[in-house]
Structures are given as structure tokens and as C-alpha cells.
């Protein structure tokens, strides 16, 4: 399944929300919220005929980056370009536990701390090679690899035995990784220091479920990977389709793959490519693209569209508002905090999260399509869930009578640090559909009246590449920021908000925060009652404590050509999705 990865901000923090010029404009709350529940998983079951072409359409306002490797590929972008080929080694069920009708199989051994991944026999890069051992042990030598720079490299994988002494340079191998069948062979075995609750999970984050090709990739080295032809533009993968072309960052064509295991695909072409999200609405309407996203502020233009089927779920994702506190630590490989960090008061977090008007702008400008989110564990996960805490609503007299207490005064029209210095405030916000603009500028206001002078870095939004590059790099220009996720399918924090996370981009590090990521993936956390109650203690943690402070998630709908069938968002479905899509007979 899909990892964590970075979003941009259409339908997650503004995407869903009509401008806020439009306030004599009333909009049936929940029309589109009761209507998306309404809506089926998967279009209908059809007889497939072969043949034909799908145009598939990428809605962003900046050109995907074009990075085709799992493991130093991070943005949500690339990983949609290449899901035509780029099949997990694990199935699952609509639970997202592993099965074993995948391109390998999976058995997890408790007594002897090990899983064993066997790829089968006809699993076969595009350009006929099969899948060995070496291709799934060489994923963790580039993840690993700090020639590499992968941001993949997390605390949970570091269970892995012999991980830390490759990553170090203390060893050309990783110990813990064993082929009993040599490198030719399909049989890997890995070995753990302790044994995890979740690794039976797709997504668990302690260990890997991509494959590279090292007869492609042998011989360059670690730190040329992300900029060479291999990566960039002549990935092999052995999902159901190949690359037959690129156009940087605008669009890529792919054509089956004649070795694909599961059988010939379906299709006879598939043309990814970007188109504004302004221009969504339009694309969907003039049938322009068979799969198109709706961006859900459009929701009302083109809910009547002909010859299309809707079809609806909730992602596994959220938007929210990240504090810099402090730096990563490229040396030690992990988050340092700062104490003199302009953001480090918790009282100033706090009101700034009590000066966000996020249930009234959703609530009247998304056709109920988007929602506030109360905490940083998603409903979707269950039990795990604390539907006790209720996150930050807003309250101006709250907020005010905080930063009053914590020494914030007002000295004119804004308030000054409690050292008497002046604040001022960066944040960074992603561009991205119209109405990215008027709902940030909203939120600045919000916290004026609080009198916090809060301003754009770079005094605009900034395009998505951009603004990660900022803050991935601890750019001294931000103090907060919006960002968003695409959380992976096991629930465990570890790898966004951990010591040693580098995704963890607010550098928050609490001797608390790290015992309860520790417990609730520990030995203990195999009992389901004392997990749930860490992953409860956690949440209650994050919220009173605010380093991150969730915003909103949505239903996302997506405009599906009638004549198409196979199509679905069910998890079980994931894996072998493009193999299964084709036109109906």
C-alpha cells in the first residue's frame, strides 16, 4: 500500500472551500456530505473488452517531480504518475492486512523474530527480468544508504538488525537481511530486534513492501540515483503497465507490460496528465479526462455531469498546521529541538489554533464535503481513534486570555513577545486552486484579531515543490506552516512525529512524545487494550501540547467515464487496480 506522503494542498486545506468573498451566498450545509455517502466504492461490474485508451488526470498547479523510486520518492504527486506500474509485493484485504495473493508471499514468525517476503515465480520487471531476493533487499540498501538521502530512513526501520551499521558505514551489508536462495533466488528473510503489533499491517513502517530493479540500478552510485535516467526517466517497475514516455513534469504515457504476472492488462494506453485545478470542473464536464478527481468547492458545477459515475470515500489523510521548533540533524539522523525557538511557548500554539475558524469556513463554504478533524490518529483507524478529544474550535476570547496569561502584550496594534521584543510571525502555505488565496488570507486575519502579526514567507504562497524544499530544510523563514498527509494503512505516529522521523517537520522532541510512540509499538502493544490506550494518552498529549495541530480531511470523489468498469477504491482492490480496468463490452 501507499506510504506516507507529502499533499498538496487541493481538497485538503483549502480545497474544499468556496471563497469567502461569496458571503451572501448560503449553501445547503450538507447536501454534499449526505450525497457522498451515497456514493458506491467502485463503478458497476461489467464484461471488459480489450483495448483503448484512458486519459487520466493529475490536478495540481506545479509539475510533478518525476522521481520514480519508492524509496526516494516522496511526494503524493509522483506516486499517483506512477501507480500504473508501480505494484506493491503485497495484496490485502479491505482491512489492510497483508494476504498472500500478491506479487509474494508473506509469513511472520513471533518466536523467531523474523518475516519472510517469497516473490513468486513469473514476477517479471517490464523488460523481463524476474523480481529476485536482491531486489527486494537492494530497496533497503538505497533507503538506507545515506549517499542516498532518503528521507525513508526511520527510527522503525532501524529495528531491522544490521540496519544502523549499513546506514553508519560500519558494515557493506545489512546482517539482518538474509537470501537463503543467493541473490538469483526469490526467498528474502529479515530479521528484527523485537517483533511490532502492526507488522501484519500493510504500512507498518518496519519494513518495506517495494522492490527496485538492482540490475539496472547497480552501477550508479547512491548519491546519483534520484537525478539519474534510471530514476527519472526510464523506470522499470513490474506492474501491469511500462513508461513508453515522458514529458517532464506535464505528463506520462504508458503501454502494458507483456511479462506482467497476473496476465495482459486491459488497456492499450494510459496518459496521465496535469491540468490546473481550476480548470477541473471544466476537464470533468467536457468528458476530457475518463479519471478526474473533483475538487469539491466545484462539487456543485458539475455534480449533473452525464456519462459519469461518481464514486466516493474518505482518505486516509489530513491537513494541518505545523510549529518549527528546531532543526533536523543530518549527522545524528534525527530532530533537535531548540528551546529559544520563536514558536516553542505552548500558549502562543495554542491560541493560534483557537484562532482558526475551521468549522465555520467548512461548514458554509464546502457543501459539507470537508470537515475539521479534532485529532492527529484519523477516524478511519477505529478504536484507535479518541473521539474525546475535540482539537482546537474557534474561540477569540480563548485564545486572547492565553496569550494575555503567557505574557504576550499588545503594544499598539499587535502583541510583542513576553521579552518585550517584537512578533512577527511566517507562515508558509502551498498554492493551489483559486480559492487557496481568500481562506489563508482568512486565517492571517483571524490571528490579527488576536493581535498576532502573521505573514506570508516570501510574502505569497509559494508552489508546492518550494515550499517543501523550505520546509524540509528548516528554512529560517518559516516558523509555521500548512502542510498535509497521506497517512499509510497502520496507524502507528512513529514515522511523522518521532526523534528520529525525518518527516517530524516541526522538530518536535519531548522525552514524553518519544515513551509513548515507544509503547504503543512495544512488546506490551501486542495486548489491543494497552495500545489503544497509549495511542488515546498520545493524542491527548499532541493536543494539549500543539507542535502540529490537525485541520481538516474531505470526502474525495472522483468522476469516473461510464463506459469504464474495474474501477474501485476499495484497499483490496489497490494492488491489482490497473490490471483489472478496461472498457465494458
Avoid at 454534499?32 to 486519459?55: D, R, Y
Wanted: proline letters at 4%; a positive charge; one cysteine or more.
Amino acid at each position: 500500500m501507499k506510504k506516507t506522503q507529502l499533499l498538496g494542498s487541493i481538497g485538503l486545506v483549502t480545497g474544499a472551500v468556496l471563497t469567502l468573498a461569496a458571503c451572501g451566498q448560503k449553501s445547503n450545509d450538507n447536501a454534499g456530505a449526505n450525497g457522498a455517502k451515497k456514493f458506491p466504492q467502485q463503478t458497476p461490474k461489467k464484461a471488459v473488452k480489450k483495448g483503448g485508451t484512458l486519459s487520466y488526470a493529475l490536478e495540481t498547479d506545479t509539475p510533478f517531480t518525476g522521481i520514480f523510486n519508492n524509496e526516494l520518492s516522496t511526494t503524493q504527486y509522483d506516486s499517483d504518475v506512477a501507480q500504473f506500474g508501480n505494484e506493491s509485493l503485497f495484496d490485502t484485504d479491505d482491512s489492510y492486512k497483508i494476504n498472500n495473493k500478491g506479487p509474494a508471499t508473506f509469513k511472520l514468525d513471533r518466536k523467531a523474530k523474523t518475516i519472510t517476503i517469497e516473490v513468486k515465480k513469473g514476477v517479471k520487471w517490464s523488460d523481463g527480468k524476474q523480481v529476485t531476493a536482491k531486489d527486494v533487499e537492494y530497496e533497503y540498501e538505497i533507503m538506507a544508504n545515506k549517499g542516498s538521502k532518503s528521507q525513508r530512513y526511520t527510527a522503525s526501520l532501524q529495528n531491522i538488525v544490521g540496519l544502523t551499521d549499513y546506514h553508519d558505514g560500519k558494515s557493506k551489508t545489512i546482517s539482518g537481511i538474509e537470501m537463503p536462495e543467493g541473490e538469483n533466488g526469490r526467498k528474502v528473510v529479515i530479521h528484527f530486534k523485537e517483533m511490532k503489533p502492526g507488522m501484519i499491517q500493510s504500512g507498518n513502517g518496519y519494513f518495506l513492501e517495494t522492490a527496485s530493479p538492482y540490475h539496472q540500478l547497480k552501477n550508479i552510485p547512491f548519491d546519483k540515483l534520484q537525478s539519474s535516467d534510471a530514476v527519472r526517466k526510464n523506470p522499470i517497475f513490474f506492474g501491469p503497465y511500462k513508461i513508453s514516455k515522458i514529458v517532464r513534469g506535464q505528463s506520462v504515457t504508458w503501454v502494458p507490460n507483456k511479462y506482467y504476472w497476473r496476465g495482459t492488462p486491459k488497456l492499450d494506453k494510459i496518459t496521465i496528465s496535469v491540468v490546473n485545478p481550476n480548470s477541473a470542473s471544466q476537464a470533468i464536464k467536457s468528458h476530457k479526462f475518463d479519471i478526474a478527481s473533483v475538487v469539491n468547492s466545484q462539487w456543485q458545477n458539475i455534480k449533473g455531469t452525464k456519462d459519469v459515475n461518481f464514486i466516493a470515500q474518505i482518505p486516509l489523510s489530513y491537513s494541518y498546521l505545523g510549529f518549527k521548533v528546531g532543526k533536523w540533524d543530518a549527522k545524528k539522523g534525527e530532530n533537535v529541538m531548540n528551546p529559544k525557538s520563536k514558536m516553542n511557548n505552548k500558549a502562543l500554539r495554542q491560541a493560534i489554533g483557537y484562532g482558526m475558524n475551521v468549522d465555520q469556513v467548512y461548514k458554509r463554504y464546502s457543501y459539507g464535503l470537508s470537515f475539521r478533524v479534532p485529532t492527529l490518529i484519523p477516524k478511519q483507524f477505529g478504536d484507535y481513534f479518541d473521539k474525546n478529544v475535540k482539537g482546537y474550535t474557534y474561540n477569540l476570547k480563548k485564545a486572547n486570555q492565553l496569550l494575555d496569561k503567557a505574557g504576550f502584550k499588545k503594544k499598539g496594534k499587535y502583541r510583542v513577545q513576553p521579552n518585550g521584543k517584537p512578533l512577527t510571525i511566517r507562515l508558509a502555505a502551498m498554492t493551489g486552486s483559486s480559492t487557496q488565496e481568500p481562506i489563508v488570507q482568512n486565517y492571517i486575519q483571524q490571528w490579527r484579531k488576536e493581535g498576532l502579526n502573521v505573514k506570508l514567507t516570501t510574502g505569497r504562497l509559494i508552489e508546492f515543490n518550494s515550499f517543501y524544499d523550505k520546509v524540509q530544510n528548516d528554512d529560517p523563514s518559516v516558523d509555521m506552516f500548512l502542510g498535509a498527509w497521506s497517512l499509510s494503512s497502520e496507524p502507528s505516529p512513529n514515522d511523522l512525529y518521532g526523534e528520529k522521523a525525518p518527516m517530524n517537520y516541526s522538530r518536535f522532541v519531548t522525552k514524553k512524545n518519544n515513551q509513548l510512540l515507544t509503547d504503543m509499538d512495544s512488546q506490551k502493544a501486542f495486548n489491543h487494550k494497552y495500545r489503544v490506550d497509549k495511542f488515546h494518552e498520545w493524542q491527548k498529549y499532541m493536543d494539549d501540547e500543539a507542535y502540529v495541530i490537525p485541520v481538516a480531511n474531505n470526502y474525495s470523489i472522483t468522476a469516473v467515464n461510464k463506459k469504464l468498469t474495474g474501477y474501485s477504491l476499495k484497499p483490496s482492490d489497490a494492488n491489482s487496480l490497473w490490471y483489472k480496468v478496461g472498457y465494458a463490452k
